[in-house]
Structures are given as C-alpha cells and as structure tokens.
C-alpha cells in the first residue's frame, strides 16, 4: 500500500508539473539512450545515488516471456513462461529524492528436475530434489525504495533503503514441493561533501529471511514405491545426494544479514562524472529440520556466504555523444558446517569481473552502441564424495541500434547484439566409486553446459506514440538465440546431456509519463 500511495504521486507529480506531455517524451527519449540509462541502472537502488536519477521518470511494463530449450543447467526449466508487470518512478519532495519500484511476476516452469528449490538461493548446500520432470508455478513479489536528504547546506548527504521479496512456489504434479521465502534487507549511509566536485560516503546493510521447503504427494504409492525411481524425494547436501527422504520432507532456511559499503562521487567539467561503490556482505543461512508444526527442529547445517562487490561506473558527454563506462567485481565465497558430520562440508566460490562501454549519438535518430567483456566461473566442492566441478568462462558481446523520432511525438528503433563465449579452463573431478544418479544427471550434464563454448544473438524492435493525456505508449518484440558450438567428452555414464540452442522472446506494453 504504501509503494501504491508514492507511485502515485509520482504519477499526480508528473502530470501536474508537465501537461504539455513534454516530461513523458523526455523519458522514453532517456529510455532509449544506452548510455544515460546504463548510468540509471548503476544509481537505481543504491540510497546513496538517489538524488542523480532524473526526477520525473516514471515508467511501467506488463509484459510476456517465453523461454525454450535445452541448453541449460539440468536444474533449470526446459521452458519458462513468465507474466509480468513492473513500474518504477523517482520524484523530489520537500527536498528528499524518492525512488520507487515494484514487480510482480507469475512464472510457468515446465520440466523441472532435481531442484525443488525457490530460485533465489542457488548455491545452497541443503535442498530436496528428484529426478521426475514437475512444473513449477511461482509468484514473486518485490518493493524497492530509496530515499536521499542533502543536509548542511547540501554537505551531508543521509539516506536510507529497502528491498522487499515474497513468493510463493508450488509443483503441479508430484513430488508436490511447496515453497514459501520472503527476505527484508535494508541499507543506510551516511556522506560528507568534501568539495564542490568530491563527495564520499560509508553506508551499512541488515537483512533477514526465511525459506520453507516442504515436498509431498498426491498418489500415496509413489511416496516410498521404489518401482517409481524418478519420484523418490532426494536429500541433496552439499554437491552430491545424502540419501531418500520417506517421511519429515520438510525443513526452513533461517537467513541473517549485515555489510557494509563505501561510496564515491567526482564530476569535473572536464572529466566528467565518476561514481563508485563498493560492499562486504556476510550471509548466515540456518537450515532446521521442521517437526511436525512446532517452529523449533533439528540442526542439519549452517551456511556462511561472504561477498565483495565494487561498481565502478565514468560518464562523459563529448562532442553531442554520450559515453559511460561500467567496471564490476564479484567474489562470494560459501562454506558450510554439516551437522551429521560435526564438520566443514561444502566450499563454494562464484567469481566475475566486467567491463561494458555504452555510447549514445543523440539526434533525430539517435545511435546506441554497445560492447561488453566479462570473465565469469563458479567452482563447488563436496568434501565427503570428492566431487569438483569449476570453471571460467570469457564473453564478449557487442551491439548496436537506433531510435527515430517521427511527426507526431511517434517514434520507433531496433537493437541487435551479438556474443561469444569460449571455455577458459575447468577442474572435474568425481571418483567412480562414488557416483550416484545425482552425479550421472546434474554433475555431468553441467559440466558440459559450463564449458562448452557458444554463441548467440538478440534482436528487439519497438513503436512508441502518444496516448491518453501524452503519455509515451510503446510496443517492445525481442527475440534471442543461443546456440553451443562444441561440447567436451566424458568418459563417464552420462544420463542427461544439454541440448544445442534455447530460444526465448518478450513482447511488452511499456509506458513512460
């Protein structure tokens, strides 16, 4: 409700200021504008860069997308549909810029396996899984805002933040999983200007959360009936599978937050405009065997998830472009205490780094182009089995379109982009002796999704016109395509290989006022 009262009066605030349609025109104009709208999406929900989103930018999208193909991690959907509506909106109010947004998404998972899982935690080293295909249907709800209050004579910058998520999962066919997550995380800062040019900032972060996993059935004989294999409710610890769970397939993930970040801003006029930011965030997750209803259970593991980020983003307006480059680091480390064991189990590491440069020629037709490098890999390691898989993968996208404005406040623009992805390097390892059907299916079918290397494309092509009151209506239709090139041999019993492409599209209604 309250998310509903600001959007509107972002909304009332929009109108009022501007009823010559002039402000919507100027925000699908900023939409359009890779650059300026790279710079948005590196100031959006971060408290401390509120005040340099542009005020007055209002948008919502209600949109479809389909997603198909083999060419995933076994753990994923074959095919995704996903129904969604977002709206977003920033406004300066008695000296306080306001940033909003808020998404709902209505997602179809179809041929889901090995991952009764929310999605939201992919790392973890405690979950259920079986081998059936079962469709997931998901609801996800999620409430961001900031705030920013310049104080002091515009010398002491203090803002806040929240970020909001429920949903709702549940299978469609057995083994029924039902899911259940909300997580609440907040940040504060607090800046100092130092000079007209340099302003800096430390902040902190709380967060918390739940997750609530419980697996059952329909048909009672394939609870315990080993004549249906692909039905038995697994227990997957860290990376391999501890055993068949027949009764007590219920358990909850207890999450708790706390980090810190550091801030930067400088704008010259010659150099233009840098801004930094940087956080430690330390994650605990507490997974409790349920009994029954009671709220108190059986430790089966806790889990430790520490993370460093820095953002990096310089924008400078040139000779009528626009440029903005992006830099960004990402290190999370996981290592959990298993219970049953009374030791360390499970390490897990996901690293990535990424440039991306972003220039914008504005004009009666306006250029977007685009080029982008990024080094990504992740590794897990189960200490009991031996089981290892990691791997580094570099890919390098680069793209290019346009935007026509027509008489009439019309307009319309197409944008293509194409990437690369070649293996760098890989480490395997999982000992014969102790394969399981989670190895033979998961393990083997990742590992050569993760190192194969690929290729794809996208297109996305979109008419925008005016509506009630001047409102920029526009109709967006992208299309995408991955295709692998190669995949490594396996001298092992493989039970599932990835397939060679995935296709999905998106058609959406998007608004800006």
């Not at 919507?24 to 948005?40: E, G, P, V």
């Not at 914008?360 to 182009?369: D, I, L, M, Q």
């Not at 690929?454 to 991955?482: C, E, H, W």
């Not at 090139?485 to 019993?493: E, H, Q, V």
């Amino acid at each position: 409700m309250l998310f509903i009262l600001q959007v509107s009066t972002f909304c009332l605030y929009a109108q009022k200021a501007d009823t010559t349609a002039i402000l919507s025109l100027k925000n699908k104009i900023f939409a359009a504008d890779s650059a300026s709208f790279a710079a948005y999406q590196f100031a959006r929900k971060k408290a401390f860069f509120s005040s340099t989103i542009p005020d007055g930018f209002n948008t919502l999208s209600i949109g479809h997308q389909f997603s198909k193909g083999g060419y995933t991690p076994l753990q994923s959907a074959g095919k995704i549909k996903d129904n969604y509506l977002t709206t977003e909106g920033k406004s300066t109010l008695a000296g306080i810029a306001l940033w909003g947004a808020f998404s709902y998404h209505r997602i179809a998972e179809d041929s889901t396996r090995w991952a009764h899982q929310t999605r939201n935690n992919p790392s973890s080293p405690y979950y259920y899984g079986s081998a059936a295909n079962v469709n997931y249907q998901r609801t996800v709800y999620q409430l961001n805002a900031t705030a920013e209050r310049n104080m002091l004579g515009n010398n002491l910058p203090i803002a806040i933040g929240i970020d909001y998520r429920i949903g709702d999962h549940y299978s469609t066919n057995d083994p029924r999983g039902t899911l259940k997550d909300y997580q609440l995380n907040l940040q504060g800062s607090l800046g100092y200007r130092l000079s007209e040019q340099l302003k800096a900032g430390l902040g902190i972060r709380y967060g918390y959360g739940e997750e609530a996993t419980n697996v059952a059935y329909k048909n009672p004989d394939k609870v315990s009936n080993l004549e249906y294999l692909d039905f038995i409710t697994h227990v997957i610890s860290g990376y391999n599978t501890e055993g068949e769970k027949a009764l007590g397939r219920d358990f909850r993930n207890d999450m708790s937050r706390f980090g810190f970040d550091a801030y930067l801003s400088y704008q010259g006029n010659n150099f233009g405009t840098l801004r930094f930011n940087g956080y430690y965030l330390e994650e605990k997750q507490e997974f409790v065997n349920r009994i029954e209803d009671a709220k108190t259970g059986e430790h089966l593991n806790d889990y430790t998830l520490k993370t460093y980020n820095f953002d990096l983003m310089w924008q400078k307006k040139m000779q009528g472009s626009n440029l903005v480059v992006t830099f960004n680091y990402l290190n999370t480390d996981g290592a959990d205490f298993k219970y049953p064991a009374k030791a360390n189990n499970y390490l897990y590491n996901h690293n990535l780094w990424a440039a991306k440069a972003f220039l914008n020629r504005p004009g009666k037709t306006s250029y977007n182009y685009i080029l982008g490098l990024t080094k990504d890999g992740e590794e897990r390691q189960d200490g009991l089995t031996g089981n290892l898989l990691g791997y580094n993968r570099l890919k390098v996208n680069a793209g290019i379109g346009f935007n026509k404005r027509l008489k009439g406040e019309q307009s319309w623009g197409v944008h293509a982009e194409g990437i690369y992805s070649i293996s760098l390097n890989d480490r395997f390892n999982v000992p014969q002796g102790n394969e399981t059907v989670f190895a033979r299916m998961v393990i083997y079918n990742d590992y050569l999704y993760y190192t194969s290397n690929f290729f794809g494309g996208s297109v996305a092509a979109d008419y925008n016109f005016p509506t009630y009151k001047k409102i920029q209506t526009g109709i967006r239709l992208g299309f995408s395509y991955m295709d692998a090139l190669k995949f490594k041999t396996l001298d092992r019993t493989v039970i599932s290989t990835p397939g060679n492409n995935r296709f999905s599209t998106n058609l959406s209604l998007n608004l800006y006022f």
